[in-house]
């Protein structure tokens, strides 16, 4: 009993960043198709902005969220404006896309250590508050990620589910000639879903950077698990991926404190999720084309 | 033989680039010509250094030299040829984003396992014992005579890529990446096709690490990261990912810039090359992925010209 | 049925729909009780837009899962029909068994020149393997005179080259399906894009295959042509085959076929 509340409150506090930019990466995905591998440096870079802003200007790690995620949903709208808007104007193909995303990440990667430097950075923070949760210790920035999770998931649930914009996302996401016929813009609907993506993924990486540290290759070592939970969440609807995200993260903080090892939890993972989007992929044969 | 000309940086260099060479023209195959989007590369070139390292140094042999080195040097290729049947296998049928995110996840799983099964890799800190299987004088003379053996392994690999292009083999297999239904509606095994094209590439890569992992000396999970599969794939796509002299021409001139120009031959401040120079090569590699594939997606030499072919193999 | 006596009358294969249906995000697209294909050796498939014939040819393909019922292919034997259930197989094992279709949207192989597409087709699967790196000789040698035989009974502007236009492109596909030396060949659309005299040209290597043993189904919009080669005619609307017969059967019903497709079809 203990092992099972144990794994569910360190799962989910600890993975909540996972979750969040599991819903960015997933916004993009649904609406462009696109598995845009630069994503993981959005994340990264959250971390580095809110650490800057936190060193350079004395403000609390609280206070550096909201122009953390402003900034990071800006360079998100700007890759895409500078990158992939062009490249899908000259008819890149699928494959293409994701070898430019890739590089795009491994350019960012790289390039903000001439910024940034090349040495680990962190946060100055205080030592956070431990609070006990189900008698477990959890840190308070962890809450506030689990929290922040919970809210701006909701939040992008009912602007993507209910909202009249998220009509227009659903639209746009389907057919995009049809879209604009109806009176959809679709240069604002996309700019305005890289943005919140951008933030999510933004804040996600700060979470992260504030409870560890902040390292060039912080969002790139998530990216493979965030893009597994979005493959096997589906890219039908958010609320798929906030699921599937929430279970992957008390899966794999149960494997963690079987094994005593957090790789082999994640070998795990990798194996299970890959498996089953072979099975499912079997069993669904889509319409022919000849 | 009086080596003292020969630069130990430069040899290093040029070994690099023909080894991201050979990986490029296999992954030429795979994506180039099949269309797999084979984000895994360093996966199964790691995999088959380290099947080699474990057979060969913990083993004890009972045989005597060259049989285990030999034995060894094919364990490691098979191995990775097997992995690439199983990653084939799960892959083939998926979609680019499920081919990405399988062989993405094969190639972290095996830098899991080199750094978690320490008994066996070494864990972090490294595997050694790793030697030549000859010794013919001085250090220098050796990696030589290793970089011959690696270049005439590299040049079978392009020999046999060269013949694919003239082959029905690799009519099906442009066909199968260019249009998977038709392809299928001609009755061609689309999938079958994939999957050993997949295993036969894998195999190569293999070897290709084993051969690395010979001049290394010492195997570090550190060496089987994402930087491996980003060289062999900016050198494809800068020559072009279509063609076979795509391969050779883009890796030269991406990989050979900074692995041989660069390393051996501009003057710059010594303390550059410990960080500056490995970080600036791959944020110019990331921006020569993008800039090829929006202003020239076909690469330097452009796309296929199988008219030109078709015409020297059959007559106009 | 007559037992032993051997005949000199080629056998034909037939294709046997049986309680086909398939739906697209509710709308029922097709729904065929039963439908006997091959009864004669060219049969036509007419019908207005949207009445399900290509998804209903893309089923028997098995490109197309079906959501119920069954396909069977029919070949009859010196003694006794073999059955082989079409919709258990991958598309792929189709043209071994002698099944081939025709594209009615243009299909083809971008990278690949015409005299590549041919070979392709022709190609056996054993020289088709990974380490049968000197096999183009051997292929070429065997198969070069059946390409060079279609080559000159169609015209392309260059063979050595790329399709250079849709109408190319179109009879690209259907020369690579003849090449099958298919048992029971479906033609979705083969005028559509195609001159007069191209057309023509079709028609006779189909009346050609048909002689030869063939089963041809024909899906086409064009009647005039439809009346002209098809001795057995289904007309098919809204998922589903409403009237069967020889030609001069259906042009009969004109009230039900000018109600799908207008005034001026069925003096043809």
Known sequence: MEFFTESIVIGLTQYAPLILSAIG???IYRLTGLINVAYSETITLGAYIGMWINTTFGFGFYATLLPTGIASGLLSVATYL?????????NAGVLEMIIISFGLSIFLRHGLQFVFGYPVRFYEVPRPRVIRVFDVGVTTFRLLALVSVVVIALLIYWIVQRSRLGLQIRALASDEDLAQVSGIRPLFVTVLIWFIAGAAGGLAGAFWGVGSNVAPLLGWRQFLFIFLVVMVGGAKNIGGVIVIGAITGVALAAMTLHFGQVLYAQLALIVAFVVFMKLRSS???????V | MNLDWLDAFLLQGIFQVVMVLGLALLLHLQMGLARIANFGVVGFWGLGAYAFAVLFVKVDWSIGEPWPFLISMAFGAAVAGVAGLLVGWLIADLETEGVLVGTLGFATSVWILAVTEQELTGGALGMGGLRFPFDIGKTKANELLWFGILFAVV??????????????????????GDNEPLAGSLGKPAFRTKLWLFAVGSAGMGLLGAIHGVMAHLLIPESIGINVTLAAMVGLVLGGMARVWGAVIGVILAVGIFDVVVQSYLPLPRSW????IPVLREMIFGA????????KPQGILGDMRRDKLTRRMHGG | MDEGRSTATLTRPQILVKEA???FSGRVVVDVEELLLGKRSI??????????KTTLMRMIMHSTPLDGGEIEFIQTGQNENSVVVLSDLPTHRMAGLGVVKSNQVIMDFNKLTIWDSLLLACSETKYEQPHRIFSERSVYRRHKDEVRAWLDFFPFADPTGFAQSAGEKKLLDIVRCLLLKPRFLLLDEPAAGLSNELTAKVMEAIKFLSDGGTTVVVVEHDLSLVWNICERVHFMAEGQVLLQGEPDEIRKHSTVIEKYLGKGHVAG
């Open chain 3, 21 to 23: 249906t398939k739906s």
């Open chain 2, 155 to 176: 040049a079978l690999i392009f020999y046999y890529v060269f013949r694919v292009h003239r082959s029905p083999y690799g009519r099906l297999v442009i066909a199968v």
């Open chain 1, 283 to 289: 069993r669904s044969v889509g319409a022919g084309k």
């Open chain 2, 288 to 295: 020569t992925l993008i800039a090829v594939l929006i202003i």
């Open chain 1, 82 to 90: 500078a990158i992939f808007r062009p490249a899908k104007q000259r």
């Open chain 3, 43 to 52: 049969e036509g498939l007419i019908g207005p837009n949207g009445a399900g």
């Open chain 1, 25 to 27: 990466l997933a916004l």
């Open chain 2, 273 to 276: 090359y410990t960080q500056a």
